[in-house]
């Protein structure tokens, strides 16, 4: 097992000794003095630099995951984002096909803090179209099996820090089938309705095992563009906003672009909601021999030293907003899904890249966050 050793600034978990808060023995969020913070068990402020997708061999031996840990350790990460990776997806034929993800056993292997994503419903990248009856006993008593199987186990584990529920969900598209037109008043309302109902659900299932843990909620995508009976809108409705406020923690988005071209969104989010933000997936992607990217694409560096630099100089715009409380990048290796992580396709790291990611972190994150 790989342990963290704290060092005079930081706590076992990460946090910033420096920033003390009440400690209750989990993680929580706090608002200090103006800006938001995650809170370590040991009562410390921490932001979160975390990355997705660790499960891209699906291989559950402790070795992989040791491996996987040791470099995040090295390069200065401090969590672990969503474990599951896309092995294959065929958007055409609605289809997205994920790896089974970290469960119990690799989460007590390491000494990392880690959020766990629990697959409530099928509702995810645009594609699939299982929406379900949020009202019927047939959704709580599926959220209740789901939640009892793993909240109950890990109630009580200092290390996990909460739980997401659905990737990328398609909430315009549920309002369409469910006849819900989002520019009428009325529909909203009622729609409002069906997505508190969704969240009430959820909440109360993950609460009956598990009043420990923070509710990071659906991971939202923040620039998709959807068009739903001649309506562009993008995958984050206010209506399901204000329906998600009573019930989850954290708002926590994905978004891909420069951060400037999403700062005004995320900051309309956070002012409608009031809740702090998770930016819980993205990343910037430079060509590899496996990766061929259009130059165009705003997310795209020509090579790892500039995906290094585009990392820090996000970063320090990001963390230099009071109410983002983590970022989580996409993704760690490379697999027939996504070719776009830290490694390369014999496993090597970019070096390049991730050098520069490590001074980022180890330096600079909690310097950029108390200006």
């Not at 379900?132 to 890990?154: G, L």
């Not at 620039?223 to 809108?233: C, E, G």
């Not at 923690?249 to 809740?275: C, N, R």
Request: with cysteine; net charge negative; charged share 25%.
């Amino acid at each position: 097992m790989i342990i963290r050793q704290p060092d005079n600034c930081r706590d076992k978990y990460g946090g910033f000794t420096r920033i003390r808060a009440r400690a209750t023995g989990f993680f929580r969020v706090e608002q200090l003095n103006g800006r938001w913070w995650l809170i370590t068990p040991e009562g410390h402020g921490f932001l979160s630099v975390g990355v997705n997708h660790v499960d891209y061999k699906e291989d559950y031996s402790p070795e992989f995951v040791e491996f996987v840990c040791s470099h995040l350790f090295d390069w200065g990460f401090n969590t672990i984002g969503w474990s599951q990776e896309t092995m294959s997806s065929e958007f055409i034929k609605g289809q997205v096909i994920h790896s089974r993800g970290w469960g119990q056993e690799q989460y007590e292997y390491v000494d990392l803090p880690y959020i766990h994503l629990l697959r409530f419903t099928d509702i995810e990248w645009y594609v699939n179209e299982e929406f379900p009856d949020v009202f019927s006993s047939t959704f709580a008593d599926k959220c209740d099996s789901i939640a009892r199987e793993f909240c109950s186990q890990m109630c009580n584990d200092p290390k996990l820090m909460g739980y997401f529920y659905s990737d990328t969900p398609n909430w315009p598209k549920w309002a369409h089938i469910t006849g819900h037109n989002l520019k009428k008043k009325l529909d909203r309302l009622n729609f409002q309705n069906l997505a508190s109902q969704y969240y009430q659900v959820i909440h109360d299932a993950i609460q009956r095992y598990d009043k420990n843990h923070l509710l990071f909620g659906d991971r939202y995508k923040g620039n998709q563009v959807i068009p739903v009976n001649d309506i562009v809108t993008n995958g984050l409705p206010d209506c399901v906003l204000e329906a998600m406020q009573r019930t989850v923690d954290v708002l926590s988005i994905e978004y891909f672009a420069g951060f400037k071209t999403m700062q005004a969104d995320l900051g309309y989010w956070y002012q409608f909601s009031g809740k702090p933000i998770l930016l819980a997936d993205s990343a910037f992607l430079a060509p590899t021999d496996t990766l061929k990217i259009r130059p165009e694409v705003e997310i795209y560096v020509p090579d790892q030293t500039e995906r290094g630099l585009a990392y820090q100089r996000f970063a320090r715009q990001a963390f230099s907003c009071p109410w983002i409380i983590g970022w989580h990048w996409c993704a760690f290796g490379c697999s027939q899904g996504r070719k776009s992580g830290l490694l390369n396709g014999e496993d090597r790291p970019y070096d390049e890249c991730v050098n520069l990611m490590k001074t980022f972190n180890t330096r600079e994150l909690y310097t950029v966050s108390a200006k």
